[in-house]
Structures are given as structure tokens and as C-alpha cells.
């Protein structure tokens, strides 16, 4: 790649948020931006995210880096080949068959690539966060739902149809209080996401209309509830991924995504639990919070464009 100045426009696609940000090569995330995930497919979230694209190409200082390549986090299977959401969950409605990359290419006339959100952020957190010097990792994401990757010997692992580390559809023993974003309820998202915290909770309490922070808050006042809805999803959540644990020898769990925020009363209660189910050889796994927290995604992305860069400029 050439040795001139770059920086990256990064993008993390939620179901509920879109985050984008200036990366330069550093891995510094720089001029974050947010905008609420609009509804009714494909074309309003492309025209979103080609639209913070645009600001912060425009933002950039005169004498910084430009930006010369993108890089996109998104929910769903991604064929990262052709930079095509091959599937997704109702989590994000019509996002199923969107062709992300040659779109924005097309748009922007800049070079992009497209991943599975959690795998970008597993990028973020293997090279420059709580999974560096770790081999084997599995990386898990609570957010708007749960999202998971693997990695083998140092690199993320997709799989033959980009479903690796996948752990939204983990079978569980009970029913979330809402339904998984293929619409289930005996699955891990129905149970463990932030909004299957937040509807557990207003079952206790009848007090609905609440988000996770206001849970999480509620939980730091000794709020009983909140304690006991948020170690529910925490010793489920910590149960579910045991198996995967085990059978692939993980040496390192790294926990994202807004629901890591909560801390200790989060992964204490998770840890626990899954100590209790794996091996005993494997009971001293490291179960860590993401250190780059929710810019973990965005550099993650960073890493995708460089590396889509590197051979656009190849060719």
C-alpha cells in the first residue's frame, strides 16, 4: 500500500444506531458521528450511512490525512467476497439481499469493504485491544442483539457461509421475555440482549417503557430487580457459551457492545457460570471486557479498508 498519509471512514450499522468516525492509521478514532437507524430497508440505511460518509470527508482538516477507503460493520451474514448482506434477522427489517459494497462504491468512488459487525469488532479488540497476544478467542456482543466471532490462532474465522461464532440461536433452557430477531424466544438473543434485559425487567416490575441504561442505573441504586434480572441474562448468557468454550479450547471470552458497559454485575456473574460448565482445564479462561468498548467496531472497520485499500491499489 503506499506510504502516503490515509485514514479511514469507519461505520458500525446497529439495529437501533449507525456510528461512523474518522480512523487514521494509528487506529485513532477521530470526528464520531451518530444517526438513528432508519426503517424501511436497505435504501434508507445506505442513504444514511453514505450520507455520514460524506460529513466526514468534508470534515476532515485541511492538512490531515483524507480519507481513502471505507469500511463497514454490519449486522447480518455478510458474503465478504462480494460485500452483499446475505441474510439478517428482524432486528433490521429489508437489510436481507442489500449489496452494501458496490452501492456506497458506486455513491462515494471510494474502495469498501464489508463485514459481519462483531467480526469487526473482534478485528478492533484482536490488534489493538483486550485480545491482543491471544490465540484462540471468542468474542461476544450485547447490544441491540447478541452477536459472537471466533478466532483461531490469531485470525477471525467466517466460515464456509459466514456464520462462524455465531451465537444469537444458541438453543437455551428458558423463554426470553421478547423474541429473537428471527422470531423465537427459546434462543440466547431473546434472553441476553439489552432490550430481553430490559422487557425481563418490566415484567418484574411492571415499570416498561425503559431502556438499558436506565436498568444499569438502576442496578448501581440497589434496585433488586434490576440485580436480578441483569445475573439471569448474565448466568445464561455464561451457560450457553460454555459448549463453545469446550469445544473449540477457547483461551479468551471478550465481552462488547453497549450491555459490556454494565461491568463487573455483568461479567462477574457470566464468568461464574461458565467456569462452572466447561472443563476443568479450562476453568482459568480469561473472560474480559472489550478494551476499545464501542469503538472496537469502528477500528475493526478501519482494519477492513486498509486491507480493501491494499488491493485496490494492488491491482
Not at 436497505?42 to 471505507?70: C, H, K, Q, S
Not at 471486557?289 to 486491507?307: I, Q, S
Request: proline share 5%; net charge negative.
Amino acid at each position: 500500500m503506499t506510504d502516503q498519509p490515509w485514514s479511514a471512514a469507519a461505520v458500525d450499522i446497529g439495529g437501533t444506531k449507525i456510528a461512523a468516525a474518522r480512523v487514521d492509521s494509528s487506529a485513532r478514532v477521530v470526528d464520531r458521528r451518530l444517526r438513528a437507524t432508519p426503517r424501511g430497508g436497505g435504501a434508507p440505511v445506505l442513504d444514511a450511512v453514505a450520507a455520514l460518509i460524506d460529513e466526514l470527508v468534508r470534515a476532515t482538516p485541511a492538512g490531515e490525512a483524507p480519507i481513502r477507503a471505507v469500511g463497514i460493520g454490519s449486522p447480518g451474514v455478510v458474503d465478504t467476497r462480494r460485500g452483499v448482506v446475505v441474510s439478517a434477522t428482524g432486528i433490521l427489517p429489508g437489510w436481507t439481499g442489500t449489496a452494501v459494497r458496490a452501492e456506497l462504491e458506486r455513491r462515494l468512488g471510494l474502495p469498501v469493504a464489508v463485514d459481519n459487525d462483531v467480526r469487526a469488532m473482534a478485528r478492533g479488540e484482536l490488534s489493538f485491544g483486550a485480545a491482543r497476544g491471544a490465540s484462540d478467542v471468542l468474542f461476544v456482543s450485547l447490544g441491540t442483539g447478541v452477536g459472537g466471532a471466533f478466532a483461531r490462532d490469531g485470525i477471525i474465522v467466517s466460515g464456509r457461509h459466514g456464520t462462524a461464532g455465531e451465537i444469537a440461536h444458541l438453543l437455551v433452557p428458558e423463554r426470553g421475555a421478547i423474541a429473537c430477531g428471527c422470531g423465537r424466544t427459546d434462543h440466547l438473543e431473546a434472553v441476553a440482549s439489552g432490550p430481553a434485559i430490559t422487557a425481563r425487567y418490566a415484567e418484574l416490575t411492571g415499570d416498561h417503557a425503559l431502556d438499558l441504561i436506565t436498568v444499569a442505573s438502576r442496578l448501581r441504586d440497589r434496585d433488586t430487580a434490576a440485580a436480578t434480572t441483569i445475573r439471569a441474562a448474565a448466568v445464561t448468557l455464561g451457560r450457553a457459551i460454555a459448549g463453545l468454550v469446550t469445544a473449540f479450547d477457547v483461551e479468551r471470552v471478550v465481552v462488547g457492545g453497549g450491555a459490556a458497559r454494565i461491568g463487573p454485575p455483568l461479567l462477574d456473574p457470566l464468568a461464574e457460570a461458565l467456569r462452572a460448565e466447561v472443563l476443568p482445564s479450562l476453568a482459568d479462561v480469561d473472560v474480559v471486557v472489550a478494551e476499545l468498548g464501542t469503538d472496537a467496531p469502528l477500528v475493526g472497520a478501519a482494519l477492513l479498508a486498509t486491507d480493501r485499500l491494499a488491493r485496490t491499489e494492488a491491482v
